[in-house]
Every structure is written in C-alpha cells, then in structure tokens.
C-alpha cells in the first residue's frame, strides 16, 4: 500500500537491527486518515472470505480493526484482554503470547461467547514480527470453534518468521506493508 | 443518547452496587456501527470547541476516540499508554492514575511531541467514574502547555464523584448516557 510505505519512509525509524518505530501514525498517535484508507484496504483483500468478526489484541489493535470493520459493513470487533478485570466472565478462551515489543510474557483472553463456535474470524493487527499474537489469536479461534478466514496486518516484518510460519500453515495471510531490513537506522521495504 | 441508552438497557448489566457492564458492545466485542455514531454525536457536542487533537488513554478509550476524531475531519488520535516500551521516548509526559476497574495503580504517558504546546486537546473516554483517567489526562495536557477544551464520555457513572468534579472545575464535559443508579442488577439512567 503506497501511502502505507510513504510513511513508513519518511516518518518512520529503525532501531538497531529490528525495531520500527512508527509511533507517530500508527500506535501512540494515530494518523486518522491513513488508518481508515489501511483499514478499507484489508477489507478489500478480505471481503471475498466473507468474515463476520473481526479479532484483534489490545490496544494497538484496535484502531486498525475498527476501520476495517468499518469498511467490511460495520462488522463486530472483538478484542482480546491482555489482563484480568473484576467482572470477566468465568468462560474464557485463553491463550500464552510472548510480547516482542514489552519483551515479557502475556496471557490473551476472550470471553467465549463474543466468538460463537462457527464464526468466521478475520484476524487484524498493526504488527506482525514472530507472530506470537497472532498464534495466540488462533488458539482462541480453535477454543471456540471459529474459523480463521485470513489474517490482515499494517506492516509485517519480513526478516522475523511470523509471517512465514503462518503462511506455512496454509493461512491467508496479507500485509500492507513488509519491512525487509533495517540498515544503519534505515528502513528498507520490501517490493510490492 | 437514545440508541446508546437502549443499548445499556438491553445488553447491559448492572453488577454489585457499581459495575456496569457493557462488553457485548463498548469494550470487549465493539458495535461498530454503534461506535461511529456515538463518534459522531460527540463531535457534534465539540466541533464548536475547536479542537486538533483527541487524546484518550488505551485500550478502550482508542474506539471512541478513533471514531470521534474521524467525524471531527480526520484528527488525529493520541492515545496515552498504560505500560514502558522497549522503544519509547526519553521525553515523556506521565502521570498516575487509579484503575477503578483493575483495582491498581497505572502510570499513563504520553510522548510529548505528540502533545504540541499550544494544541487544542478534546479528551474521550468510554468511561467516566471516579474520573481518575480524565484527571491524569489533564495532567498530561498541563505537561505539555495544551489546552483541554472539553471532554467527551461514553458513559457517565453519575452516582461517581468523577463527573461533578470535572464540572467544577469548569470544564466542558459532555457524556452520552449517564447511569445514576444500579438496583437489583437493573441499570437505572438519569433523564436527557
């Protein structure tokens, strides 16, 4: 997505050999413009699968499955928990995921019903680096019977194995921008 | 708000004496179409305030805020966040703020670049009960010399002093639906 790849040049930053920071439009700030034109792209890859919930993980998440859904005809979004709260339900799917950005170790939940078992899932994150999130965003979908139709990213690092072990899974899987590389802080993306 | 009103009455639950739960459509699954026109109806209240920026605190505050500010003529969207990242900035805006919620204490920050002196700050939250998370996002727009002209909730837990002290304090604050009472698990509201 061009204008997707535009920011990332010009706005973004790499950090050493695997961070891209995009906080300015992307996940502390938001560009509220670019988010919706991301969000209505992912829907026009995904509308062929014919989703009816969309899944995402707090907090960054959220912003870019909204859209989506938006553009997808007001489709449910439902995110899962990164922690407990005082009146959660007792019937939860939960699964482990290893946060590459907070480097520690989170449990991802979902009260069951907001996925009913035959649901159609189309699973959305801003990122996608080893793709613990997304896995244990699958793990949920396979605790509730739901069926994962594809899953959206903003922008995929290509040089981490997410990306590849979920398209080695057969999963349709499609990203609006891939980093190839970081280079002396320089972001290098991938074609296409 | 009349279709948020409805939508407490008919999915929402009252829990305990202060819980009000509403995670079939606020905050857990998100009513996408019901979250645009709560969006709009809050830019409605605000457009005249003049706002530049939304600024809201994640994870739930990032729907609402998303869709305000996308009504507001494509704002942009600063969310504060709750935990330290591996790559955020040396210069920060924090303040403390109790989880009413969790039952702990969260240090919220903001990067200050995204909050430019001068700016006009609308803050939105999906909640407002003892009015923690309001008071700490002035702190953060006091930290960054930014003018808070409003602040727009969701839902208003009227029974909570965190309304009533905003409104002391002068600020224009302006909320969807106001819950002034749980009974037997019934969600009472206040009229208007």
């Given amino acids: 997505m061009k204008e997707l790849r535009n920011a990332i040049l010009t706005q973004g930053q790499g950090i050493g050999m695997d961070i891209v920071k995009v906080d300015m439009f992307l996940n502390h700030r938001l560009d ?4 919706f034109r991301m969000g209505e792209e992912l829907a026009r890859r995904f509308r062929e699968d014919k989703p009816d919930i969309v899944l995402t993980v707090e907090a960054s998440g959220i912003a870019l499955a909204l859209t989506c859904a938006r ?19 007792a019937d ?15 449990v991802i939940r979902v009260d069951k019903k907001y996925l009913p078992a035959g649901s159609r899932v189309l699973i959305v994150d801003d990122f996608l680096a080893d793709g613990q999130a997304c896995q244990g965003m699958l793990a949920l979908c396979a605790q509730t019977d739901c069926k994962v ?12 194995p997410g990306g590849k072990n979920l398209r080695d899974m057969g999963i349709k ?4 921008a891939v980093v190839s590389a970081i280079e002396d802080g320089k972001i290098i993306l991938a074609d296409g």
């Fill in 92 to 106: 939860l799917a939960q699964a482990k995921v290893y946060s590459f950005t907070h480097k520690r170790e989170n």
């Fill in 173 to 176: 899987l499609s990203s609006l």
């Fill in 149 to 160: 139709v594809g899953i959206g990213i903003g922008i995929e690092k290509g040089f981490m």
């Fill in 32 to 35: 509220t413009g670019l988010l």
């Fill in 71 to 89: 553009a997808l005809g007001d489709l449910p979004v439902v995110f899962a928990k990164k922690s407990a709260t005082v009146v959660q339900s």
